[in-house]
């Protein structure tokens, strides 16, 4: 299969065959899976070689992640980092915070937090965002799940300021813990339930950069 190709494939499984973004914290990995197993986003976008970014001034990819025109972001999941690129081109970039790959199980349901790879879309974005509780919140906690449209399960704050929804249940967005973003080594940066953390200075800054509908990969 050619690049192109696979690229093709991997846009449409994450732009059109996630349903639609629903408000909330992102996770369950379930939901999001990309194809049978972890997608091997190296192999399709093969010429990747994230160690190029380091000691370059002016940071580029050995050539387009995305053969997108205009900008879409791209999130590596090995250095726990976001990059706000047009071509090969790095225009702004800030450090993020993924799944833990913690697993958490109630008698009736079990999930996985894990932050999903594949091609997605920006699909809506939300200023002030309000997180809906989902039911592993109250597992996690030790308390029982509240009906589904119970205000017990709306919290402000939680999300940050703003987010970008780019799935089910899955966006980018601030936080509360603007410390467990900015940690230094990259595995400890692993906190998150699914969902892409930034700063809330950095969330809001790529709320304002990007558009719905920009692409985003993460891998």
Not at 4 to 26: D, E, K, M, V, Y
Not at 138 to 151: C, K, Q, R, T, Y
């Amino acid at each position: 299969m050619s690049r192109r190709a696979a690229l093709l494939i991997l846009t449409l499984i994450g732009a059109l065959g996630s349903p639609p973004a629903l408000p909330g914290f992102a996770l369950a990995a379930r939901a999001l899976a990309v194809g049978p197993g972890p997608l091997a986003a190296q192999a399709v976008f093969g010429t990747l070689p994230g160690d190029t970014l380091a000691d370059d001034p002016v940071p580029r990819f050995a050539e387009p992640p995305l053969d997108v025109a205009g900008r879409y972001i791209v999130i590596r999941l090995a250095d726990n980092r976001l990059y706000l690129m047009d071509g090969s081109r790095v225009l702004w970039s800030a450090p993020v915070a993924t799944g833990t790959g913690f697993r958490l199980a109630s008698a009736r349901e079990k999930w996985t937090f894990v932050t999903p790879r594949g091609v997605f879309r920006v699909q809506r974005k939300e200023k002030d965002p309000v997180w809906i509780m989902p039911d592993w919140a109250f597992v996690e906690a030790g308390l029982p799940a509240p009906p589904p449209d119970s205000p017990s399960r709306r919290r402000r704050g939680m999300l940050g300021n703003t987010a970008l929804y780019i799935g089910y249940e899955l966006a980018i967005h601030g936080t509360d813990r603007p410390d467990l973003v900015l940690r230094n080594d990259p595995d400890k940066r692993r906190v998150s339930h699914g969902c892409i953390r930034m700063t809330d200075e950095d969330a809001r800054e790529l709320y304002h950069q990007v558009d719905v509908g920009t692409l985003v990969l993460i891998y």
